[in-house]
């Protein structure tokens, strides 16, 4: 959807580093979403924001922080990456109630 | 997610047969949502169902919503290699959930011509 991008599309790191994945909307919807995506799991939260500054944790936070100082960004980074961060990344947005629009992902390959 | 359990893993029919997909939820819905992502690709929303009973249809795919049940069927007719795909369901359990859906971990269909 071109509302919605995200960026990088695919990256490569290695364990301990710092990777910062960035989602980008220009439909100025209120809430945005990050899900990871695994075989075996589905999609499951990490962090949803529901405005500028106001964001909150989802089913698994853990080692995942978020930012949005802007209505259109919502930056997802991995303090410290490990192998277990291994994933497709999907960011989405809703206007509340009827349904996400998703990016196209990013797939992140930890080393 | 165990919130939502989807039936069949996976899925292989000849073109042109129909097929159901189902969606089961532990919890009260408050919405249920569907969706098709494309290998490699993002999740495209279909359709959306709140009420019991509710039934909505997008070309070839119909959806029904089972409130009693808390369960939802997807339902594609003289199916195509163009429905091919991964198939997942996501549902709102809270009344008010600020957007945060459960997902199911989807139904991988495949097509053959």
């Known amino acids: 959807d071109a509302g919605i991008t995200q960026s990088p599309r695919h990256k490569v790191t290695e364990t301990g580093t710092p990777v910062t994945l960035r989602c980008h909307q220009t439909e100025n919807h209120r809430y945005m979403y990050w899900y990871r995506q695994d075989p075996g799991h589905g999609l499951r939260l990490i962090h949803y924001?529901?405005?500028?500054?106001?964001?909150d944790k989802g089913e698994v936070s853990d080692g995942y922080s978020v930012s949005r100082s802007k209505t259109e960004d919502f930056l997802l980074t991995l303090e410290s990456a490990t192998s277990s961060q291994t994933s497709v990344y999907f960011c989405a947005t809703t206007t509340g109630g009827d349904g996400y629009t998703f990016g196209s992902g990013t797939r992140l390959t930890v080393v | 997610s165990q919130e939502l359990e989807q039936s069949p893993q996976s899925l292989i029919v000849q073109e042109g047969k129909n097929l159901t997909i189902n969606c089961t939820s532990s919890?009260?819905?408050?919405?249920l949502y569907w969706y098709k992502q494309k290998y490699g690709e993002g999740l495209i929303f279909l359709m959306m169902?709140?009420?019991?009973?509710e039934e909505k249809s997008h070309e070839k795919i119909t959806a029904k919503l089972d409130e009693k049940k808390q369960q939802s069927s997807l339902h594609i007719t003289a199916s195509q290699p163009s429905h091919a795909g991964i198939y997942l369901c996501?549902?709102?359990?809270?009344?008010?959930?600020?957007?945060?859906?459960?997902f199911g971990d989807g139904t991988t269909l495949t097509v053959k011509p």
């Open positions: 996501g549902a709102d359990t809270l009344p008010t959930n600020a957007g945060k859906s459960t």
């Open positions: 919890k009260t819905l408050y919405g």
């Open positions: 924001s529901y405005g500028v500054k106001d964001t």
């Open positions: 169902l709140q009420k019991g009973g």
